[in-house]
């Protein structure tokens, strides 16, 4: 383990890769999935493990979802999940505001008839329309379940607060959010050194992020709190939740990060 100082040998590379970070955060999230040459257990993509295994200790809680509702993946990604959720809910939708990952997702889908995907800003004001058009175009109207995950942390407090309020018509009565972040509690140094990086070297998936995105921050408890007011949202649940990554310490299983999950249900 590296000692308490070592560990701050890494700033000036982690601010030397992280400053050739497109300043725009939709430019940098399409320039990134432009750049992906492969996903899963040995891609590119830090936080696609490859494998089920975390949405697998998901599935008891949906138990509380109406699982004859279709459910909506919020910035989906390369629809990693999308495609899983899509054997638990009678239809998936992937929704990216990358048009890059939604193309890498469809690619990825080929076959699927349950899983479809389109472009989206979650966080801008006509979202939710563009929401329902896109499940009518799958063949469903009304209420939704919503799939968040890895997303909120990326977003600035505002961003969360416009995307939790634009979810609120996607649920109406029936359908809920099942939100998984990254919580981690520590600096970013605390971050890349739990996730390998040293000061000689960085796993590849997490240098191609740092070098091509916006710093992540975290959300928890409080950060929902914020996001989903209690005016609006009932909590159903919450707790602790392991975020895999892409096996990057043993190349046999995934990494974790310290993570929370919620599931929470319109007023
Ligand atoms: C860390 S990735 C997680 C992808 C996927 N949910 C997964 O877990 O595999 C975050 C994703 O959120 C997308 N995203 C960020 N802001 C968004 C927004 N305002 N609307 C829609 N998607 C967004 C990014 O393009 C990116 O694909």
Redesign the pocket.
């Known amino acids: 383990m590296l000692s308490a100082f070592r560990k701050y040998l890494l700033i000036p590379r982690l601010i030397r890769l992280s400053s050739s970070a497109p300043k725009d955060?939709l430019t940098a999230?399409d320039t990134y999935?432009g750049n992906v040459r492969s996903t899963g257990a040995a891609g590119d993509v830090l936080?696609?493990s490859g494998s089920d295994h975390e949405l697998e200790g998901y599935l008891p809680k949906f138990s509380v979802l109406d699982q004859s509702l279709p459910i909506v993946d919020?910035?989906?990604?390369n629809g990693?999940?999308t495609r899983s959720l899509a054997r638990h809910f009678p239809h998936a939708l992937g929704?990216?505001?990358?048009e890059n990952?939604v193309e890498r997702a469809r690619l990825e889908s080929d076959g699927s008839t349950t899983a479809s995907y389109g472009v989206?800003?979650?966080?801008v004001p006509d979202a939710s329309r563009t929401v329902a058009t896109a499940l009518g175009r799958a063949g469903y109207s009304g209420d939704a379940n919503v799939f968040i995950?890895?997303?909120l942390h990326?977003?600035d407090r505002k961003?969360r607060a416009a995307?939790a309020a634009n979810l609120l018509p996607v649920v109406g009565q029936r359908g809920m959010v099942f939100l998984a972040e990254t919580n981690f509690p520590g600096t970013p140094v605390d971050y890349v050194t739990h996730l390998g990086a040293t000061k000689d070297s960085i796993p590849a998936p997490l240098e191609w992020a740092i070098r091509g995105l916006p710093m992540p921050g975290r959300f928890g408890a409080a950060q929902r709190r914020k996001a989903f007011p209690a005016a609006d949202w009932e909590l159903v649940e919450e707790g602790e939740a392991s975020i895999e990554t892409r096996p990057l310490s043993n190349p046999s299983k995934p990494d974790v990060i310290p993570g929370y999950f919620a599931i929470l249900r319109a007023r």
């Open positions: 955060p999230w999935w936080w696609d919020v910035g989906c990604g990693s999940f929704l990216d505001y990358a990952a989206c800003d979650m966080t995950r890895g997303v990326v977003l961003g995307l």
